[in-house]
């Protein structure tokens, strides 16, 4: 998918920081689990990359995924440009996908609770 954007208009998009459950190799959709220590340190360091890049970024729109890892990310970096760290909007077209009953499972788990369709989307992936 191409996407056009206007032009002098210029994107920044940002991960949020590790969670929990990136650190215990668990898918992660809609459900939330927290930021680790680290994720919180790589979200102070996206808003210290951002502050580099946009210099004075008080004039520029933010936005988040509504989930609150990715809240908590924005938060965090809006704080370490100087900004006030709720001064941003949430948008539902930003959240993860919903991944169902395999929200939150390890690949092992998942593979157990449906094999055939963990092998169609390991397929799909090219894995």
């Not at 990715?70 to 991944?99: H, Q, W, Y």
């Not at 094999?115 to 090219?126: I, N």
Request: proline share 6%; with cysteine.
């Amino acid at each position: 998918m191409t996407l056009a954007l206007p032009q002098g208009v210029t994107l920044y998009f940002a991960r949020h920081g590790q969670t929990e459950a990136n650190v215990e190799k668990r898918f992660s959709g809609f459900k939330d689990t927290p930021l680790t220590p680290l994720g919180l340190e790589q979200a102070a360091a996206v808003g210290c990359i951002l502050g580099r890049a946009l210099g004075d970024a008080a004039g520029y729109a933010f936005v988040s995924s509504p989930l609150a890892r990715a809240v908590t990310t924005m938060r965090l970096a809006r704080e370490a440009m100087g900004l006030p760290p709720g001064g941003f909007s949430t948008d539902n077209r930003l959240k993860e996908i919903n991944l169902g009953v395999w929200d939150q499972l390890t690949d092992q788990e998942a593979r157990a609770l449906s094999p055939a369709l963990f092998d169609a989307r390991a397929a799909d992936k090219g894995l």
